[in-house]
């Protein structure tokens, strides 16, 4: 049966085995990746209460995810870490 995630990669590859677990992948994209200007608050809540958060955060930085709530952090946070890391 294919993983049901909000994240449009192909659950096929092994290196996304922990989405399996993920939290998200009981939920819909819609909290995951919203439209331009709405709120987070709610996949942020979701990413908050899931075991997979640092793999997923470190997945999206090492993949340059451009899009999205990943491991807790929007796309701006992300390239915020990404620039302070530097
Ligand atoms: S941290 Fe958030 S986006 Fe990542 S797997 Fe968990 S619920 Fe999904």
């Keep these: ?3 049901k995630t909000a994240f449009p ?6 290196e ?3 989405q399996d677990s993920a939290l998200c992948a009981q939920t819909g994209p819609e909290f ?3 439209e331009p200007g709405s709120s987070t608050r709610e ?8 075991d997979m958060r ?6 999206a930085l090492t993949h ?13 946070e992300r390239y915020e870490l990404r ?4």
Excluded: N, Q
């Design 1 to 3: 049966m294919p993983i």
């Design 9 to 14: 990669t192909d659950p096929a590859d092994s």
């Design 16 to 18: 996304l085995s922990w």
């Design 32 to 34: 995951f990746f919203p």
């Design 43 to 50: 996949a942020k809540r979701l990413c908050g209460a899931c």
């Design 54 to 59: 640092s793999v997923c955060l470190e997945y």
């Design 64 to 76: 340059d995810e451009r899009f999205g709530v990943w491991g807790g952090l929007s796309e701006k």
């Design 83 to 86: 620039r302070a890391s530097r």
